[in-house]
C-alpha cells in the first residue's frame, strides 16, 4: 500500500512541483483514500483520484485599477474550476497577499470534497487575488472589486460556478462584485453567496462556518457523553470565522480566553465574553485595526506579539486563521497541556506533523473540510432560498445546519471508526466525500 501511494504523489509531484500546499492537501486524501478504493472492485482501473487532482478548469487573469493616488496597480486573479461532478462549481474568493496558484489549488481540492459531505449538490472551487485589502480605502476596496469581476464574470453563473467570501473577502468584497457582475450581464441571479439580507443574502450564512465549527465540536463531544459547557477553548484569527465560533461556543457555556490575528494573540483568563466580542468586532470589522487593540480597553488581558495561540492551557482549540497555522511543537504543546478537542475552523489549519499527532494521541479531532462545511453548506441554502425566491427564518436556516453538520459527523463515523471506537474524522471525510464524487464521477463516463 505505501508504495501505491508513493506512486501517485511521485506522479502528482512531478505534474505539480511548485505547489507544496497543493501537494499537502493531495497528500493527506491520498493516504486515507487509497487503500479504501484497493479494496473497491468499482473504482479499480478507473484512476478516479488521478482525475480528482487535475482542475477541470484554471482561469488567470491581469487584474489592472487605478488607486486614490491615480496610479495603476495591477494584481492577478485566479479561479480554479475543480469538480463539476455533483453540481455548479462552488467555493470562495481569497483575496490576500499571499496568494497563488498552489494556496487556491489546494483550497479548491479541500472544497470538492468538503461540499460532497454537506450533503448538497455543489462541485468544488476556489478563487481570488494576491491583492491586499489592509489599509486599502472603500473607494480602492469597491475598484478592485469592479475590475476582478470585469473578468471573472465571463466565467461563472448561477449554474455554471458560485463564488462567495473567503480571508479578505465579506459582505462589503460581495456586495461590490455583485454589482460588477449585475451591470454586465444584465441579470439579478444568486451568482454569489454571502450576499447582504435585502438583495438575496440568507440569515444565518454570515454565523454559519464559526457556528458549524462548534457544532461540530459539540457531535465530536456526545460521542463520549460530554458538552461544552464549562470548557476552556482557545480560538485563534478574529475574522468571520472565528468571531462566530467565539460567540457560539460562549452561548453553549464554554469560556473562550483567546483570539488572533497576523500580529499576535490575546490571552484573557475571564473569557471574551458578548461585550467583549463586540467591541472585537468594532477593532476588526469597522475600524480595521489589530487585535493588539483589545488589551488597551479590557487591561486584564495579555497580548503576546507575534505569537500564536497554542501554549496556552485549553480543553479545546478551534484554529480559525489560515492554513499550517499549528505546527508538530505547537500540537505537542496543546497536547501536554491537556487539549483534547481540535474542531478547525480554518482551512487545513494543523501541518501534516500536528495532524498526525493529533490523531495518535487519540484525541477528537476533526479536519475543517468536515467541522469548516457549515458556511459552505449555508451558501447552499442561500442558493437553494434564491432559486425557490423565499426566505428562511433564522432558526429555519439554523436547524438545517445543525442537521447539516451533524449528518457530516455521522458521515465521518460510517467511514472512520475502527474497531477499537477510535472514530478517524480525517479518515471518514475523506472517503465519505471522495465516495459521493467518485460515483458521481463513474456515472458520467470519462469527461
Ligand atoms: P477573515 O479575513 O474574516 O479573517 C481571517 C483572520 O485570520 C484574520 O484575523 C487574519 O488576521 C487572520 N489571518 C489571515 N492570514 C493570516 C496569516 N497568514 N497569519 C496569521 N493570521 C492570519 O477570513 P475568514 O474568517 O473568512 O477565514 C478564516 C479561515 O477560515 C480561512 O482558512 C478560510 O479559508 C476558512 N474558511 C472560511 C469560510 C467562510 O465562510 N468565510 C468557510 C470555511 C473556511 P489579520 O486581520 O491580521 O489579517
Ligand atoms: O472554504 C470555504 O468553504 C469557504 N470559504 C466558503 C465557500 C462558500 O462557497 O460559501
Known amino acids: 500500500m ?10 502528482v509531484k512531478q505534474r505539480n512541483q511548485y505547489e507544496p500546499e497543493f501537494l499537502q492537501a493531495v497528500e493527506e486524501v491520498a493516504e486515507t483514500v487509497i ?14 483520484l488521478l482525475r480528482m487532482v487535475e482542475p477541470e478548469r484554471v482561469m488567470m487573469f491581469r487584474v489592472p485599477w487605478v488607486d486614490d493616488s491615480g496610479e495603476i496597480i495591477v494584481n492577478r486573479g485566479y479561479r480554479i474550476q475543480m469538480n463539476s461532478a455533483i453540481g455548479p462549481y462552488k467555493g470562495g474568493l481569497r483575496f490576500h497577499p499571499t496568494v497563488n496558484l498552489s494556496i487556491l489549488k489546494f483550497l479548491a481540492f479541500e472544497q470538492v470534497f468538503k461540499n460532497a459531505l454537506t450533503t448538497l449538490p455543489m462541485g468544488g472551487g476556489k478563487g481570488g487575488s494576491d491583492f491586499d485589502p489592509k489599509g486599502k480605502s472603500d473607494d480602492e ?18 449554474n455554471t460556478d458560485v463564488p462567495a467570501g ?29 450576499k447582504g439580507m435585502s438583495w438575496g443574502g440568507s440569515l444565518i450564512r454570515p454565523e454559519a462556518t464559526g457556528y458549524g465549527t462548534v457544532y461540530f465540536a459539540q457531535n465530536m463531544l456526545e460521542t463520549k457523553g460530554d458538552t461544552l459547557k464549562g470548557k476552556t477553548v482557545a480560538v485563534s484569527g478574529s475574522g468571520n470565522v472565528a468571531q462566530y465560533a467565539c460567540e457560539k461556543a460562549t452561548q453553549l457555556g464554554a469560556k473562550v480566553v483567546t483570539l488572533s490575528d497576523s500580529s499576535g494573540y490575546i490571552f484573557d483568563a475571564d473569557g471574551i465574553d458578548v461585550d467583549k466580542l463586540a467591541y472585537v468586532m468594532e477593532i476588526k470589522n469597522e475600524r480595521r485595526d489589530r487585535i493588539s487593540e483589545y488589551v488597551k480597553k479590557y487591561p486584564k488581558a495579555k497580548f503576546f506579539r507575534g505569537e500564536r495561540p497554542w501554549s496556552v492551557k485549553c480543553d479545546v482549540a478551534m484554529p480559525c486563521a489560515t492554513q499550517n497555522e499549528i ?6 504543546s496543546l ?23 493529533f490523531q495518535k494521541a487519540r484525541i477528537l479531532y476533526a479536519p475543517g473540510k468536515a467541522s469548516n462545511a457549515g458556511g459552505v453548506a449555508t451558501s447552499g441554502l442561500e442558493m437553494s432560498q434564491n432559486s425557490l425566491r423565499i426566505n428562511w427564518t433564522r432558526d429555519e436556516v439554523d436547524e438545517k445546519l445543525k442537521k447539516i453538520m451533524s449528518d457530516i459527523h455521522d458521515s465521518c463515523i460510517k467511514f472512520g471508526k475502527q474497531d477499537d471506537g477510535y472514530i478517524d474524522y480525517v479518515t471518514g471525510a475523506n472517503i465519505a466525500g471522495f465516495v459521493k464524487v467518485a460515483d458521481a464521477m463513474l456515472a458520467q463516463g470519462v469527461v
Open 2 to 11: 505505501e508504495s501505491k501511494i508513493k506512486g501517485f504523489m511521485d506522479l
Open 35 to 48: 487503500p479504501y478504493i484497493a479494496n473497491q472492485e468499482i473504482y479499480s482501473g478507473k484512476n478516479i
Open 141 to 158: 476596496i469597491m475598484r478592485f472589486c469592479h475590475a476582478f469581476m470585469s473578468e471573472l464574470s465571463r466565467h461563472i453563473g448561477h
Open 166 to 194: 473567503d480571508i479578505g473577502v465579506g459582505g462589503r468584497e460581495i456586495g461590490f462584485l455583485f454589482g460588477m457582475y449585475k451591470k454586465l450581464r444584465n441579470e439579478f441571479t444568486g451568482v454569489l453567496t454571502g
Open 327 to 332: 505546527n508538530g511543537d505547537e500540537a505537542q
Open 335 to 357: 497536547l501536554s497541556n491537556g487539549c483534547f478537542v481540535v474542531s478547525e475552523g480554518a482551512n487545513m489549519p494543523s501541518t501534516p506533523d500536528a495532524a498526525h499527532a
